[in-house]
């Protein structure tokens, strides 16, 4: 692990100010100096210590259930093929006004059909929607045909998507002579063409928040997260592509397969940057994005997030990938109010506090509903 320290330059705002002040006498040059350079008088507390409760009151709203019904673009609800968990899924779905969830843990053949068959026998095909998997590992020439293949046939048996495509697209997929398989390889076409063909979307996460691939030093906003999970950390460019080297890579991707529906899970990662992610849009008509996990990147740009959201709003969907039914009135919270600084639900994606964007009735049923039943086929028509 490489780790390097960035120094920080004086805040020129601070300075500023303590040159007014000094000017106005206030400060004598020795006591700024001294302030500058005050240490703490006690041993300061660690990052995972420090808990400040906020001092703040301000109007708070609770919102338990979402104000249009809702397609989870990105569940990861388990597998889908017993009496008892779908009772269970759908019980949470009903509490919070989640119309259908798309099964977003891929599955093909007998995997895929065991769900839908289960679905079916306990009345709730009009709930859920299948996505299919692509076998990705050790891909060589004829491979594309065959996955397109197998595709056809999930397709066949009712898969209405393909994806989750997970990160390891990109990240750790190999050809079959050993070397990364790069998402533009042209032996995966056939693949692609016929997912525009049947008119499936296809769901794709790549890569990781762009801080997964910077030095783990105190600067990096992530460093908590990086510090939990050694997984999580792709600054190693001998083993990895950098962050925009991967993206430029999906990029090409896109552009080369524009009569294909692509979903970008995540924002595409690009929810940091959300004029990044609009150029995206502005060059390919033919890409969504879904917001799954990124929340507290909407939550700290509340205005600039629902000025996006107004602009694209034929091309942003609701998803929240881990199903942890507790954490979705976050999700409400954020898109539907305009509360101010509150707390998001997972210290180590972001110390920082949310407010609401406000978001208008109209942007609301498309990022929750009309945007996905558009872009899946068959879904059900009624319920919303
Ligand atoms: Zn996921």
Avoid at 132 to 148: C, E, K, N
Avoid at 304 to 309: G, Q, S, V
Avoid at 358 to 380: Q, T
């Amino acid at each position: 692990m490489r780790a390097s320290v960035r120094r920080s330059s004086p805040d020129p705002r601070a300075t500023a100010v303590a040159v007014a002040l000094l000017t106005a006498g206030a400060l004598t040059p020795a006591g700024l100096s001294a302030q500058r350079n005050r240490e703490p008088t006690v041993p300061p507390p660690t990052i995972l210590e420090y808990q400040p409760r906020s001092t703040l009151i301000v109007p708070e709203t609770r919102v338990p259930r979402a104000r249009f019904p809702v397609v989870d673009f990105h569940g990861h609800p388990g597998r889908l093929d017993d009496p008892e968990t779908l009772a269970r899924v759908v019980a949470a779905m009903d509490e919070l006004n989640i119309q259908v969830m798309v099964q977003a843990i891929p599955s093909s053949g007998e995997r895929l059909t065991r769900q839908i068959e289960a679905v079916r026998q306990a009345g709730l095909s009009h709930r859920f929607v299948f996505f299919a998997s692509l076998d990705l590992q050790s891909v060589g020439p004829g491979d594309g045909v065959r996955i397109a293949q197998q595709l056809e046939r999930d397709v066949a048996a009712g898969a209405v998507g393909i994806g989750e495509i997970s990160k390891g697209f990109g990240l750790f997929s190999r050809r079959a002579d050993g070397t990364r398989l790069p998402m533009d390889d042209p032996e995966l076409d056939p693949v692609w063409r016929t997912a525009a063909r049947l008119n499936v979307p296809v769901f794709i996460h790549t890569g990781d928040p762009a801080e997964f691939f910077q030095p783990m030093d105190y600067q990096n906003e992530r460093w908590l997260e990086l510090a939990l999970f050694t997984n999580r950390r792709f600054f190693d460019r001998e083993r990895f592509p950098s962050f925009d080297d991967l993206m430029a890579e999906r990029d090409r991707l896109l552009e080369r397969h524009p009569n294909t529906t692509w979903v970008l899970a995540h924002l595409g990662w690009h929810a940091q940057d959300l004029g990044r992610l609009g150029r995206l849009f502005d060059r390919f008509p033919n890409v969504h994005a879904e917001i799954g996990a990124i929340l507290y990147d909407l939550g700290r740009q509340p205005r600039n997030a629902k000025r996006f959201f107004e602009r694209y709003q034929d091309r942003i969907l609701f998803g929240k990938d881990s199903f942890q039914p507790d954490e979705y009135p976050y999700y409400w919270r954020v898109l539907e109010t305009e509360d101010e600084y509150f707390d998001y639900y997972r210290n180590y994606h972001a110390f920082w506090k949310l407010y609401g964007m406000g978001l208008s009735d109209a942007v609301l049923e498309k990022v929750y509903n009309g945007n996905a039943r558009r872009i899946i086929p068959g879904m059900p028509t009624q319920g919303w």
